[in-house]
């Protein structure tokens, strides 16, 4: 596999800044070159992986459809999708808009907005198989079930709150928090699946 040493970050609405941000101390603290790049249209997905932020999934497909790249995106070998980039990545959803698609590459079904709206937002103290973190949900989706390849790596009580697949060469990792808001242990776990396997 060649690699780029670029990353990227869908840039169409949601926590683009955040993420970046938390992707630039990532790759500080793991000693990577590495660039991180806001991606747009066709032109920016010469990458190794994406990041595909929070905000609202159907907007996500949307724009992604106009630019021409959503079917692209299927092709990048590593994804990790926070919150609406979590359910852009299942396989299946519940209560989506009509006409909505995903990316359909994890093997989750997933909820969304399970955890009401933007007013029911919270905050709290999760364990992950990463390590201790403040999670933070906003609008946050429930994954539902997992398929069998499918890896958990944090929950809350019962529920799967964040989960990861390899399939082949690819990794595909979904977190229904932001935890580009409380930490980089995320960011440089998807890293290290890249660079460092």
Do not use: W
């Not at 000693?31 to 159907?58: A, M, N």
């Not at 399970?114 to 007013?119: I, L, N, P, S, V």
Request: with cysteine.
């Amino acid at each position: 596999m060649k690699f780029h040493n670029k990353i990227g970050v869908l840039a169409y609405h949601g926590d683009v800044i955040e993420h970046i941000s938390a992707a630039h101390k990532a790759v500080q603290n793991l000693s990577l070159s590495v660039q991180i790049q806001e991606v747009r249209t066709k032109k920016d997905l010469d990458i190794d992986g994406l990041i595909i932020p929070g905000g609202e999934s159907t907007v996500l497909h949307k724009l992604s459809q106009r630019e021409g790249i959503f079917e692209v995106m299927k092709q990048i070998p590593f994804i990790f999708g926070t919150c609406a980039g979590a359910i852009m990545l299942a396989k299946k959803i519940y209560h989506k808009t009509p006409g909505q698609k995903t990316l359909r590459l994890l093997d989750i079904e997933v909820d969304r907005n399970a955890y009401g709206r933007q007013t029911d937002s919270f905050e709290k103290k999760i364990h992950t198989a990463l390590g201790d973190i403040q999670a933070v949900f906003i609008r946050a989706p429930r994954i539902i079930t997992i398929g069998k390849n499918v890896k958990v790596l944090a929950r809350d009580g019962d529920d799967i709150i964040a989960c990861e697949e390899k399939s082949d060469e690819n990794v595909y990792i979904a977190a229904c928090f932001h935890p580009e808001l409380t930490t980089t242990v995320f960011h440089e776990y998807f890293f290290r699946r890249i660079y460092q396997r």
